[in-house]
C-alpha cells in the first residue's frame, strides 16, 4: 500500500512467511480512513513515522491463490531511518528505486516507477 522512501531511498522488507520482498503498508480495517490506516500499518511494520503524499498508482489484479486484489500505492516519507520490524518481517533494507523494482512483485513494482516518474516530473 505504501513506500517509504528518504534521499531517493525505498525501504524494502522482507516477508517472514515466504522471504518475498514488499512494500512496508497493509491492509485496511473496516470502516478505516486511508491515510491513517496506512500510516497505522507502516508503523505496526516498521515502527517509522511517516507523512503520507497522495496516491501515485492504483491496481488491481489476481494473486497466485486466485483472489481479487486492489491496491493504492503512496508516496511516504520520514527523516528516521532506524527500522523496528514486527513479527511480519525478518529484514528491512533501505535501497535504490532500480533494487526495489527487481525485488518487487509486479503491481508494487509498477508503484515505484510511478513514485520515479513523479519525481522526475517534479524537478
Known amino acids: 500500500m505504501?513506500?517509504?522512501?528518504?534521499?531517493?531511498?525505498l525501504l524494502l522488507v522482507r516477508r517472514a512467511s515466504d522471504s518475498g520482498w514488499e512494500l512496508p503498508g497493509g491492509r485496511l480495517e473496516p470502516g478505516e480512513n486511508p491515510v491513517p490506516g496506512l500510516r497505522r500499518e507502516i508503523?505496526?511494520?516498521?515502527?517509522?513515522?511517516v507523512a503520507v503524499d497522495e496516491p501515485v498508482h492504483t491496481v488491481a489484479w489476481r494473486n497466485d491463490a486466485g483472489r481479487d486484489r486492489f491496491?493504492?500505492?503512496y508516496c511516504c516519507?520520514?527523516?528516521?531511518r532506524e527500522v523496528s520490524l514486527s513479527a511480519e518481517?525478518?529484514?528491512a533494507e533501505w535501497t535504490r528505486p532500480g533494487v526495489a523494482r527487481r525485488?518487487?512483485?509486479?503491481?508494487?513494482?509498477?508503484g515505484v516507477e510511478r513514485v520515479m516518474e513523479r519525481s522526475v516530473s517534479t524537478l
Open 2 to 9: 505504501g513506500s517509504s522512501s528518504t534521499d531517493d531511498e
Open 71 to 73: 491496491g493504492v500505492y
Open 43 to 49: 508503523d505496526e511494520e516498521t515502527g517509522l513515522d
Open 77 to 80: 516519507s520520514t527523516t528516521d
Open 103 to 110: 525485488r518487487l512483485s509486479d503491481p508494487q513494482a509498477r
Open 89 to 91: 518481517h525478518t529484514t
